[in-house]
Each structure stands twice: as C-alpha cells, then as structure tokens.
C-alpha cells in the first residue's frame, strides 16, 4: 500500500512539474505577443514613437543647407545638370545612382518627343426629382528621349552628400572626337486623374520615369531605373528600382535650406511649387515633369470634340491631342519654405 501511496504523490508531483514547464514558454509567449503588437500596432496606430525615432525627429528639424551649384542644375556651353540619388543609399550606389539621373534628365530638357492626350468629361443624367453629375479631367504626358553619347564625355565637377544619405552630383557633358558607343534611353511620365461624383472630390497622380542605359563599354555600373510616385489625395506610395536592387524608402522627416535666401514674388505660381517632405528627387523630378505637362499644352495641338443630347442625359467630351519635339531651359529653380519652385522655358525643335 505505501509502494502505490508512494507511486501516486511521484505521479501527482511529475504532473504538476509538467504543467509549470508548460506554463512558462507560454507565458513568455505571451509577452512576445504583447511586445510585438505594441511595437507593430500600437504604437503605429497612435503614434507613439520610440527614444531613437524622437532622436531622429529632433535631428531632422534641423535643415539641410544645399550648396550654392545646386540651384544651378542646368547651364550651356558647358552643358551641367545636377543629378539626386535616393535617401538612405550606400555612398558609392547613391553616387553612381546619382550620376544616371543626372544624364537622364539631360536627355528630357534636351532631347525630348513629347506626347500629351487630355480627356475633360461630364455626364449629367436626371430621372424624376433627382439627378446625377460627374466629371473626369484625364491628362497623361508622355516623355521620350533616346539619345547616343560617349561616356567618357561625362564627367563629375562637384559631389555632395546630405544627412539623409542622398547624393547630389554636378555633372558636366562634353564633346568628344571619338565616334559614339553608349545610348540613352529614358521615358519621363506624369497622369493626373480628376474625379467628382456629387460631393465627393478625388486627385490621382502618378509621375514615373524609366532609364535604360545602353553601354557597348565594359562598365560595371547599373544601366537600369526606374521610379515610380502614386499620389492620392494626401497619401502616396513611392517605388524606386536601381540595377536589380528595389531601393528601401526611408521615413524621415526630410528638411533643407538654402546656402541663398530665396524670396518669392508674383510670378511663382502653386504649380510650380513642390514639397520636400519626401525628399530631394522626388521634388525635382515632379517638379520637371509637371513643367513638361504644362508647357505641352502650349506647344502644337488640336482639339477633338463628341457630345451627344438626349432628353434626360447631357453628355460631353472634349479631347486635346498634342505631340511635338521640344527642348527646354530652367527660368526658375528655387528653395523656399522646404518647397521647390521650378519653372520651364520650351521650344519646339524643328
């Protein structure tokens, strides 16, 4: 009897070293869970934020001052153009990244097709005591450069590299004796989507640009990019491919100032202004490719129009196409209030 009394208080005690081993991963696990949410949810959801992103915060209010050359992107004889790479970039990827969008940008001003369809619509439509009105404004610009070059014509005059890790090159293009080797391929785009269903009122924008950079030279550097911005209403998303590296975007709390102090006057419109809150690039390319848009409609152009009447439907469309061969020059490039203000002088070439 006492054998088995015995056997028994062994099992019972067994038992409940069992079930207090058992306990214990999962009381751990419960406090990875708990940890994990309120890092990932919680403090995401409420903005509560950790010692070193309120470090970082406190670090970014502090502008970055921009040199001097920088507000001078665009010059002849000789020909230089600044080029940006991304923010958070490895200092010899940004650099070469840099150096790409320099030329790529140099091909747009200079060498450009420009292709522009802009749709207006409404449609109002009534049915007894009540009615339905919408309108759509569509506008999508197309830019396309392909031009050859030699890439020892290239050559870097003044680097610069901000607290955001962005790289900011000066990139002088000159002439050179030696028969072409390389070619440059770049498409620049910028669609706008304005809709109004009753009250409700919404804004899409998208700006891309897309760089092939065909070298018959052996040269290691990436001869790929592309960057694409989505904007909608007040969000966005932003994608940037180098090479074959998808390019992480940092959230920071981008600011600069001018080495100048820039005023603004009555000929800066709200168009020309972008915002530097995402960065250096991003506003200087929206900022060219806004222009491109623009200026295309005053470039030639011819109006197609449809409308159709019916007794409870009014519906019109009215349809501009224009494209053309251009080359710009920089009127404006300007910093103020942490915004960009580009403005663009366009002619046709013949």
Not at 120 to 145: V, W
Not at 189 to 210: A, D, P, V, W
Not at 239 to 253: C, K, T
Request: hydrophobic share 35%.
């Amino acid at each position: 009897m006492r054998y088995l009394i015995l056997i028994a208080i062994i099992s019972i005690f067994s038992i409940s070293l069992n079930a207090q081993e058992t306990r214990k991963p999962r009381s751990k696990n419960t406090h990875d869970d708990k940890a994990r949410f309120e890092k990932e949810v919680f403090n995401k959801e409420l903005g509560e934020e950790s010692e070193i992103q309120n470090k970082q915060r406190q670090y970014d209010l502090i502008p970055e001052k921009l040199p001097d050359w920088f507000f001078e992107p665009v010059s002849e004889n000789p020909i230089r153009i600044v080029g940006i790479s991304d923010p958070g970039m490895e200092r010899k990827l940004a650099y070469n990244q840099a150096i790409l969008r320099a030329k790529a940008v140099y091909a747009l001003v200079n060498h450009c097709t420009i292709s522009n369809i802009a749709d207006d619509y409404t449609n109002l439509r009534e049915s007894g005591n009540q009615g339905y009105f919408e309108t759509k404004f569509q506008d999508f610009t197309i830019s396309k450069a392909l031009i050859p070059y030699k890439n020892n014509a290239v050559h870097v005059i003044d680097t610069f590299f901000t607290k955001y890790s962005e790289a900011i090159v000066l990139v002088e293009i000159g002439t050179t004796n030696d028969p072409y080797s390389d070619t440059l391929e770049v498409k620049g785009e910028h669609l706008q989507i304005y809709t109004e269903q009753g009250s409700k009122r919404e804004k899409i924008e998208f700006f891309n640009l897309s760089v092939n950079d065909l070298k018959n030279s052996n040269d290691s550097t990436e001869k790929v990019l592309q960057y694409n911005f989505r904007k909608l209403n007040k969000n966005y998303d932003i994608a940037s491919l180098y090479g074959n590296r998808m390019i992480d975007f940092p959230e920071r709390s981008f600011n600069y100032i001018a080495a100048t102090d820039f005023e603004k006057d009555s000929t800066d419109s709200d168009f020309q202004a972008n915002t530097l809150a995402l960065g250096l690039w991003n506003a200087y390319l929206c900022g060219i490719l806004n222009n491109i848009t623009q200026l295309s409609k005053q470039l030639a152009s011819h109006v197609k129009n449809t409308n159709d009447f019916y007794t409870l439907k009014n519906e019109g469309l009215i349809r501009t196409v224009a494209r053309s061969k251009a080359r710009f020059e920089i009127n404006k490039f300007k910093l103020i209030k942490n915004e960009i203000y580009i403005d663009l002088y366009g002619e046709i070439k013949r």
